[in-house]
């Protein structure tokens, strides 16, 4: 029987998943602000989610903290709770609930292609799916990452007197950014935005080779160079230091031209940390749920694609969870 409400609250327990309230007790799938909020009594994440939350909230955005490993199971009052890797960003964890045999299991956000830089998602069996759908819709197909990147390479070498800014979210997009560049043999320092300065030191000191990064200062000509910033930066002032600006910006949505136009993109890269719609698809069949609750993003397209092959399928609105981590 399944015993986790539509709050994601395992009830025998009382313990939440990514709770958008504090809570007494909680699980976190990873450190991402929409699943990860400071004020929780006791935090059980894996040690890269715990360790980036104190960067970004402070010592003691909880209570109390505790690890868990990929594959350890923890058991509380004869339920047992198991973290697996989701391949979405560094430490981040799908979490299954397993309850007199009956198996639960909240993806978080995931993706199930390999970054090489986080843990590679691990396909698991279970007869509930708790699925995110960010990109639940058939228009969503994200190409090969590695392609999308040579399009900077190429305008680099096109337009030698500019500087190519690169919008990306700090935390998991950024760092997958510059391994792709890096990668495509990219060698130059790569400026940063003060922004996005500790998450890419912390995946440094996690054995992540991201060549050599530097934080953007006033004095540097910028010509010819990569600099990246978070996507609002763009936008704003902190941008009209930089002359012969080429716009770019790397988010699964940009495979809508009108998200394109509307951000003023010159060079969008379709790079998304989150599963496309094959890969969410493939994951519900493989898993060999017969009951699946599909949260935060297109849920409504597919619920609607779930009926459809005979399983289960609910809508779990969670409010708050937004389509900026992307
Ligand atoms: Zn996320
Ligand atoms: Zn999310």
């Known amino acids: 029987m399944n015993i986790i409400d539509y709050r994601l609250n395992i009830r025998p327990l009382n313990i939440f998943i990514d709770p958008q309230f504090p809570v007494e007790k909680a699980l976190i799938t990873h450190a991402h602000a929409d699943h990860a909020r400071p004020g929780n009594g006791?935090?059980?994440?894996?040690?890269?989610?715990?360790?980036?939350m104190k960067l970004r909230y402070g010592n003691n955005c909880a209570g109390s903290f505790q690890s868990i490993k990929y594959g350890e199971k923890i058991k509380i009052n004869d339920i047992n709770i198991t973290?697996?890797?989701?391949?979405?960003?560094?430490?981040?964890?799908?979490?299954?609930?397993?309850?007199?045999?009956?198996?639960?299991?909240?993806?978080?956000?995931?993706?199930?292609?390999?970054?090489?830089?986080?843990?590679?998602?691990?396909?698991?069996?279970?007869?509930?799916?708790?699925?995110?759908?960010?990109?639940?819709?058939?228009?969503?197909?994200?190409?090969?990452?590695?392609?999308?990147?040579?399009?900077?390479?190429?305008?680099?070498?096109?337009?030698?007197?500019?500087?190519?800014?690169?919008?990306?979210?700090?935390?998991?997009?950024?760092?997958?950014i510059i391994y792709l560049l890096r990668n495509a043999g990219y060698e130059k320092t790569i400026y940063i935005h003060?922004?996005?300065?500790?998450?890419?030191?912390?995946?440094k000191n996690q054995k992540i080779s991201l060549g050599k990064l530097e934080k953007v200062s006033n004095l540097e000509n910028f010509k010819?160079?990569?600099?990246?910033?978070?996507?609002?930066?763009?936008r704003d002032k902190w941008s009209r230091k930089f002359k012969n600006i080429i716009a770019c910006q790397a988010s699964g949505w940009l495979s809508i031209k009108q998200r394109v136009k509307q951000n003023q993109i010159e060079i969008p890269l379709i790079?998304?940390?989150?599963?496309d719609w094959t890969a969410l698809t493939e994951t519900i069949i493989n898993s060999s749920a017969k009951r699946i609750w599909v949260t935060h993003g297109n849920e409504e397209g597919l619920v609607y694609w779930i009926k459809k092959k005979g399983l289960d399928a609910q809508p779990l609105s969670i409010q708050g969870r937004g389509e900026d981590r992307d």
Not at 42 to 52: P, S
Not at 132 to 146: D, R, S, V, W, Y
Not at 196 to 202: A, G, P, Q, V
């Open 42 to 52: 006791k935090v059980l994440a894996t040690k890269e989610t715990i360790e980036i």
């Open 83 to 176: 973290f697996f890797p989701a391949g979405h960003i560094l430490g981040s964890a799908q979490i299954l609930i397993e309850n007199e045999g009956y198996k639960t299991l909240v993806t978080g956000d995931y993706k199930t292609i390999d970054d090489c830089i986080s843990e590679p998602f691990e396909l698991v069996k279970c007869d509930t799916l708790i699925t995110e759908a960010t990109f639940g819709l058939p228009i969503f197909q994200h190409p090969n990452a590695k392609d999308e990147i040579k399009k900077i390479l190429h305008s680099i070498n096109e337009n030698k007197d500019s500087v190519h800014l690169i919008g990306c979210y700090a935390l998991g997009k950024a760092q997958r």
């Open 271 to 275: 790079i998304s940390d989150h599963a």
């Open 224 to 234: 010819n160079n990569i600099v990246l910033a978070p996507p609002s930066a763009l």
């Open 194 to 203: 003060g922004a996005l300065e500790k998450i890419c030191d912390y995946y």
